[in-house]
């Protein structure tokens, strides 16, 4: 726990306005500190759950009225935020969440941000995870009701010749708007190598020199002997610095394209796996911050990047990135393969001071999370630091023997394309695992949240849930993964 003697941050006595809210932060968060460092606050659940509450009842306050585009993420904001603190809706009220979502769907394919909204790829997102969470299958229940083919089709549409997206028609391309696509294509078995094609590349061209992920890079073609462009694999240079919101999206949309690039039998797209997790690890604060995250160099800790940054590593250990032994969890030994978890090195970041950082500054007074003191809770942060919260104090990794199990279980449905890709998405999606006996809860079994699914930020009993349905499969039974000895 940071003490009132912690080392400040370094300014080299030359003082700027981001030196001086520096300094005025590390003030403000040591003021948060508890009395006795050994008994952080509790995790005040009820607050925040009536605080969500008052969002879905009575509706978002005055302020939220520029987020008129964005009712799908406040939706799936409380929504998950209900979930990630084990609360349920009762049958009404999810009934209420699905006909609202569906005033939502666009008749050309996709979601808007509200009714007659024209669709784009993040409220796409918001609306499917949100179904996800409340839908079921059936008349009315949601699932059944989403347009999946005029979906696609509306995925094709915002394609680019460098295998980026638009976010939606004559809009900007955006990492964050790949993530939200291939999170819908995962859980609608939408995926195809004609979708996917040349995606991997441009995740890799965003890489910055410091290891995170920009927004996008500039794609430079050349003209072919029959006119038409062609793309340069070289330069295409990253738009913008390294930022903890876009990395989390690159990282996440790097690991959904994998089972893609290893049947594709192109030459794979390569990352920087060392500077990257350098870089992730430097943005965790210092002990007078609390230990929480920052999402750029040289910018205040901020929570919801409790989320952004802290998930990225759960989903670098699926590919052997942080273990201690190097090796990539999914090609071990199924005799073992289980057991890898204990090979990640802890110390690459410090789960016990982000859960400090979430509970002595994260949490508002009057209900809700926030950024940081003296700001006011949003939902948007609420989500986001109960989600780094869950990420700090659980393991959850794709299991070898969990993805065998699906994959023996898989039942090829009539005239299914792309049976292959898709088989492995879902096996590999799915055999996501908390390890059982590995949770580490700050301040006791009270301040504990559910774990969450590292790639669609779910439950994964919810990502279960429309998966099997919509692929038309049926779960093994789940055993859990024992931590090893």
């Known amino acids: 726990m940071a003490n009132p003697s912690a080392k400040r941050f370094p300014d080299d006595s030359y003082f700027t306005d981001t030196s001086d809210l520096q300094a005025d932060t590390e003030t403000v968060l040591l003021k948060h500190l508890p009395a006795d460092p050994d008994f952080p606050p509790s995790l005040q659940r009820n607050q925040h759950l009536q605080f969500l509450v008052r ?12 987020q008129d585009a964005s009712q799908p993420w406040l939706l799936y904001w409380t929504l998950q935020g209900f979930s990630v603190t084990g609360v349920g809706l009762d049958p009404d009220n999810k009934q209420r969440a ?57 995925f094709m549409s ?38 996917v094609e040349g995606t991997a590349s441009f995740i890799a061209s965003c890489q910055t020199y410091e290891g995170g992920f920009s927004s996008a890079s500039q794609p430079y073609f050349t003209s072919t002997s029959d006119g038409s462009p062609s793309l340069l694999e070289f330069p295409r240079p990253p738009l913008g610095e390294a930022h903890g919101g876009y990395t989390f999206c690159a990282v996440a ?42 999402g750029r160099t040289n910018k205040l800790v901020d929570g919801c990047y409790s989320w952004w940054v802290a998930g990225c590593f759960s989903l670098l250990a699926s590919q052997g990135v942080g273990c201690g032994q190097g090796h990539d969890a999914k090609t071990e030994a199924s005799a073992s393969a289980d057991e890898t978890w204990d090979d990640v090195d802890d110390s690459l970041w410090n789960r016990t001071a982000l859960q400090q950082y979430i509970l002595c500054a994260g949490q508002h007074p009057n209900g809700g999370l926030r950024d940081k003191p003296p700001k006011i809770a949003d939902a948007y942060h609420t989500l986001y630091c109960l989600a780094g919260l869950s990420a700090a104090q659980h393991n959850v990794f794709p299991s070898p023997s969990r993805c065998a199990e ?75 993964a024992k931590k090893s000895k």
């Open 158 to 195: 915002l394609k680019e010749p460098d295998g980026s997206f638009l976010v939606a028609h004559h809009a900007e391309v955006d990492v964050r708007g790949i993530y939200c696509l291939l999170v819908c294509a995962y859980l609608l078995n939408l995926l195809t190598p004609e979708l």
């Open 406 to 480: 699906l994959h023996d279980a898989w039942v090829i449905a009539p005239d299914a394309p792309y049976n292959q890709l898709r088989q492995d998405a879902f096996a590999e999606a799915l055999s996501w695992t908390e390890e059982e006996g590995t949770s580490h809860v700050l301040g006791g079994q009270v301040n504990r949240v559910n774990a969450t699914h590292p790639l669609f930020n779910l439950t994964i009993t919810h990502a279960e849930g429309i998966m099997a349905h919509i692929y038309h499969q049926t779960l093994p039974k789940r055993e859990p």
């Open 98 to 154: 699905i006909d609202t979502i569906m005033t939502w769907q666009h008749p050309d394919g996709g979601f808007g941000g509200g009714p007659g909204q024209a669709a784009h790829l993040l409220p796409t997102y918001g609306s499917i995870c949100t179904l996800a969470i409340v839908g079921r299958p059936g008349p009315g229940g949601g699932w059944d009701q989403i347009d999946r083919d005029k979906m696609y089709q509306f």
């Open 253 to 294: 949309s790097w690991v959904m394209l994998q089972p893609f690039l290893q049947n594709s039998g192109v030459r794979r797209p390569t990352i920087n796996y060392k500077t990257l997790l350098r870089w992730l690890t430097q943005m965790q604060g210092s002990e007078i911050e609390l230990g929480g995250f920052k």
């Open 55 to 66: 969002h879905l009842i009575q509706g978002f306050p005055l302020r939220y009225i520029s």
